[in-house]
């Protein structure tokens, strides 16, 4: 039994260490797509679309001196869309599953 929750525990880690690191460089091609479109500086947008918290992306922001705004306009709707989101999306989920 031990071996086994050890063996669990390791998979958990792999897999929550590989979707933090899919995330991030997810939010960075997405930050470097915007930046070919837009005449936002990359470091804004990176801060703009990386996985985290308002506020330490906010106080980051303002530490070097980057669009604080930005960066506290898309964590905000990032927060709003996964809320306003969530349940729509479980309910698109649990059709699937069932179908």
């Known amino acids: 039994p031990e071996a086994v929750r050890e063996e669990r525990r390791a998979r958990f880690m792999a897999v929550a ?9 997810l939010a960075f091609a997405f930050a470097a797509l915007l930046g070919l479109v837009s005449a936002v500086p990359l ?14 992306m906010c106080i980051t922001a ?23 989101g969530a349940q729509w999306s479980f309910t698109v989920f649990r059709r699937l599953v069932a179908a």
Not at 43 to 56: C, I, K
């Open 62 to 84: 303002k530490v070097l001196q980057l669009g604080v705004p930005l960066v506290t306009v898309c964590h905000v709707l990032r927060v709003v869309v996964l809320t306003v």
């Open 43 to 56: 470091p804004t947008l990176a801060l703009a679309t990386a996985p985290g918290g308002v506020s330490e």
């Open 17 to 25: 260490g590989l979707t933090a690191a899919m995330s991030i460089v």
